[in-house]
């Protein structure tokens, strides 16, 4: 069974923690754990606990640095897949074909995207013309905007089963697991909701990931392998959904 971790922080600032992709590495030795999409942390791309953050040129080349750090990592024998992160000032421009993916995030109590600004028109535009996957987590309004009004074409991938954007039960409420563009990740959530989820929508839309560090990949996979369904499905959840979008990515 070849498995892929649909979501991996990895950063460049604090060695205090354990943010680099050489931390990660280890936790993964004796898995069949051999690839992971890489995302840098919101710490590194805009001040998280400020609601009234402003940006500025120095934290715009944070985040260049943030970004371009990921496309530098490289392990043999594992797959990377890093994911550009976007923030306000919609950087289009910099979304090069050696990313596979953009993360768009925020919660509730941060500062938020300016989704009115012409500039956030164009990134999706660009987005849409790469058929890039977006890994999104916002609150629960503006995930449903997102995906209802501004993206509806775009493939969303929403983490952790929508912990973050309002809740599983919220988002299903909504009816957004049925939309056929929208994905969901395993990260930190509980077996019983991805056990739910595979009920009612199938294997096809659901990936693996751990949100390491804040997951450990073994355990998180382990929920994957204990699914009652067959080989072939865990095998889809577990790695080949996200082969599947990764194929559809146009590279040039």
């Not at 040129?57 to 043999?76: I, P």
Request: net charge negative.
């Amino acid at each position: 069974m070849r498995c892929l971790d649909a979501h991996v922080h990895c950063g460049i600032y604090d060695r205090s923690k354990l943010w680099a992709f050489d931390d990660y590495l280890p936790h993964v030795e004796g898995t069949p754990i051999t690839g992971a999409v890489l995302l840098a942390f919101p710490d590194q791309i805009y001040d998280r606990w400020d609601p009234n953050f402003k940006d500025t040129h120095e934290w715009r080349m944070r985040r260049k640095s943030a970004n371009k750090y990921l496309l530098t990592l490289r392990a043999e024998n594992f797959t990377v897949f890093p994911f550009f992160f976007i923030w306000n000032d919609f950087a289009w421009e910099d979304i090069t074909p050696e990313y596979w993916g953009v993360k768009w995030h925020r919660h509730a109590n941060e500062p938020v995207y300016n989704y009115d600004d012409p500039r956030c028109r164009q990134v999706i535009q660009k987005i849409r013309e790469l058929n890039l996957p977006v890994l999104f987590e916002d609150d629960l309004p503006n995930t449903v905007r997102f995906i209802r009004e501004l993206a509806t074409d775009v493939t969303v991938i929403i983490p952790h089963m929508g912990f973050l954007n309002g809740g599983y039960r919220n988002i299903l409420d909504q009816g957004l697991f049925q939309q056929p563009n929208v994905y969901t990740d395993t990260s930190l959530a509980s077996f019983g909701e991805i056990m739910d989820y595979v009920q009612r929508y199938g294997e096809e839309r659901i990936l693996f990931g751990s949100d390491f560090p804040f997951g450990d990949p073994a355990k998180e996979l382990d929920k994957v392998l204990r699914l009652p369904i067959p080989r072939e499905k865990q095998e889809a959840i577990a790695g080949l959904n996200l082969l599947r979008l990764m194929s559809r990515v146009k590279r040039a």
